[in-house]
């Protein structure tokens, strides 16, 4: 399996930015579809972000999240970004990346029970509060 190791959370004042990583090993990257989900305190999980394997990304955003955050990818260095804007303070969760070979396993996740996705990072808490 490929093991992710997210970076980058932290407390941020409302309406500043961060930019998560992570950065995978183990198995080839190219090989895995990439997401960002992120869970508060007695909520479910939600997806944020989606991008494909290879060059030519296809990104998916969920129509809520659309707006203040970018996922992105970088092949050669093994990591998958999240540019995150204008933080709120119900922005304050664990952010977690997700990897599967199969982008819709991503996508569908939270909408489909049935759905696994292959592997998770340890989660990196992201607060922003003043």
């Known amino acids: 399996q490929v093991q992710l190791v997210e970076s980058g959370g932290g407390l941020v004042q409302p309406g500043g930015s961060l930019r998560l990583s992570c950065t995978a090993s183990?198995?080839?990257?190219?090989?895995?579809?990439m997401g960002w989900f992120r869970q508060a305190p007695g909520k479910e999980r939600e997806l944020l972000a989606a991008?494909?394997?290879?060059?030519?990304?296809?990104?998916y955003y969920p129509d809520s999240m659309k707006g203040r955050f970018t996922i992105s990818r970088d092949n050669d260095k093994n990591t998958v970004y999240l540019q995150m804007n204008r933080l709120k303070p119900e922005d304050t969760a664990v952010y977690y990346c997700a990897a599967d070979p199969v982008l819709h396993n991503i996508v569908v996740f939270t909408t489909d029970k049935g759905t696994t996705v292959e592997q998770w990072g340890q989660g990196t808490l992201v607060t922003a509060s003043s």
């Open positions: 183990g198995r080839t990257f190219t090989n895995y579809a």
């Open positions: 991008i494909s394997r290879r060059s030519g990304y296809s990104t």
